[in-house]
């Protein structure tokens, strides 16, 4: 089987998905594709990128425009012509989740956590706040308590503040463990966050992608749409897991998590389909400008650098091994 009829297999499991949620479609789109490139693009490009997915024209312009009801895009009309781009507030929803995306390793932990009490907050917002708590992987700890051990205090304060949270809130940062008691921690993370269920999903990200993995080394004969393609469909089944992903430190994760796997093998694949998919990129996005410009420095620091293509990891025979 070739590159291309794996990618075709990866297609038609996303077209099986009920409901087909577009939207969250766009979200990786703009987040991978679009924001890079200064953000803004008109509806057409955006339907020649989603189409090939089995996403209708139709569906692009309900989903859009739920999207701007949900203060996630914003719109501009020029003449007949709807361009789009991620509101403020939309983009600093995602931007955490989208770098945790790209980046390959995480810092070593102090031993620290972050612990949120929500008792004193009225019980609408106090639902809301956990919501978005747990939208940027934050654990339950015990009610009324959300934990994690990487965020901080400092980052979590204007947070709250934008959620009208702020002055009914307590956030405690702990003071680094010199006992870190890594039976009782890795028991305490098992109640806070379901990493069974998380284990799955990652293994079930490498039995889906790795196929296309190893064909690209035997069979590629994916063109830059094809590439296109393959990049959303990856990014957005790793986002959709990463969300969910505390990215907890290493040594509150078992020996063997699945997790190390599957972002080896999103790098790998990046970086193999990357540079061809702007190709097409480059002749098909554009907004009331003109052609969108090309993605800016920081796009190249992805996956830890997508300029060097002749490492080791971005052979398919010997990054396999550690894929």
Same mark, same amino acid.
């Given at each position: 089987?070739?590159?291309?009829?794996?990618?075709?297999?990866?297609?038609?499991?996303?077209?099986?998905?009920? =409901?087909?949620?577009?939207?969250?479609?766009?979200?990786?789109?703009?987040?991978?594709?679009?924001?890079?490139?200064?953000?803004?693009?008109?509806?057409?490009?955006?339907?020649?990128? +989603?189409?090939?997915?089995?996403?209708?024209?139709?569906?692009?312009?309900?989903?859009?425009?739920?999207?701007?009801?949900?203060?996630?895009?914003?719109?501009?009309? @020029?003449?007949?012509?709807?361009?789009?781009?991620?509101?403020?507030?939309? *983009?600093?929803?995602?931007?955490?989740?989208?770098?945790?995306?790209?980046?390959?390793?995480?810092?070593?932990? /102090?031993?620290?956590?972050?612990?949120?009490?929500? #008792?004193?907050?009225?019980?609408?917002?106090?639902?809301?706040?956990?919501? %978005? +708590?747990?939208?940027?992987?934050?654990?339950?700890? $015990?009610?009324?308590?959300?934990?994690?051990?990487?965020?901080?205090?400092?980052?979590?304060?204007?947070? *709250?503040?934008?959620?009208?949270? *702020?002055?009914?809130?307590?956030?405690?940062?702990?003071?680094? +463990?010199?006992?870190?008691?890594?039976?009782?921690?890795?028991?305490?993370?098992? !109640?806070?966050?379901?990493?069974?269920?998380?284990?799955?999903?990652?293994?079930?990200?490498?039995?889906?992608?790795?196929?296309?993995?190893?064909?690209i080394s035997t069979n590629d004969n994916l063109s830059p749409e094809d590439c296109v393609t393959a990049r959303i469909l990856l990014?957005?089944?790793?986002?959709?897991?990463?969300?969910?992903?505390?990215?907890?430190?290493?040594?509150?994760?078992?020996?063997?998590? %699945?997790g190390r796997s599957a972002k080896q093998l999103c790098r790998n694949l990046y970086r193999a389909i990357y540079s061809r998919s702007? %190709?097409?990129?480059?002749? @098909? +996005? %554009?907004?009331?400008?003109? =052609?969108?410009?090309?993605?800016?420095?920081?796009?190249?620091?992805?996956?830890?650098?997508? $300029?060097? !293509? #002749?490492?080791?990891? /971005?052979?398919? $025979?010997?990054?396999?091994?550690?894929?």
């Open positions: 089987m070739s590159a291309k009829q794996q990618l075709g297999s990866l297609v038609r499991d996303f077209q099986k998905k009920r =409901p087909l949620r577009a939207g969250s479609l766009i979200i990786t789109t703009y987040g991978d594709i679009i924001h890079p490139r200064g953000g803004n693009v008109w509806l057409g490009s955006l339907m020649k990128l +989603l189409t090939p997915m089995g996403v209708s024209e139709r569906l692009v312009r309900t989903s859009v425009y739920r999207l701007v009801q949900e203060s996630w895009l914003q719109t501009e009309k @020029v003449g007949r012509c709807s361009y789009y781009s991620v509101t403020g507030a939309g *983009l600093r929803r995602f931007q955490q989740a989208f770098e945790h995306v790209y980046t390959l390793g995480t810092d070593d932990w /102090n031993g620290s956590w972050c612990l949120v009490f929500l #008792n004193q907050l009225e019980p609408e917002t106090r639902a809301k706040v956990r919501e %978005e +708590l747990k939208w940027l992987s934050f654990g339950s700890m $015990a009610s009324g308590v959300m934990e994690h051990p990487r965020f901080t205090r400092h980052e979590l304060v204007p947070l *709250l503040q934008e959620w009208g949270a *702020l002055e009914d809130t307590i956030v405690m940062q702990t003071q680094p +463990l010199e006992q870190r008691s890594p039976r009782a921690l890795r028991r305490q993370v098992k !109640e806070s966050w379901n990493l069974d269920e998380l284990g799955f999903r990652y293994k079930r990200f490498l039995e889906k992608f790795r196929p296309l993995w190893r064909e990014i957005h089944e790793y986002r959709k897991i990463l969300l969910r992903d505390p990215l907890l430190p290493d040594e509150l994760l078992p020996g063997d998590w %699945e702007d %190709e097409y990129l480059a002749s @098909v +996005l %554009e907004n009331a400008s003109g =052609p969108l410009p090309g993605p800016s420095p920081g796009f190249y620091r992805r996956f830890g650098g997508l $300029a060097d !293509e #002749n490492t080791a990891d /971005n052979n398919p $025979a010997v990054a396999e091994e550690s894929a």
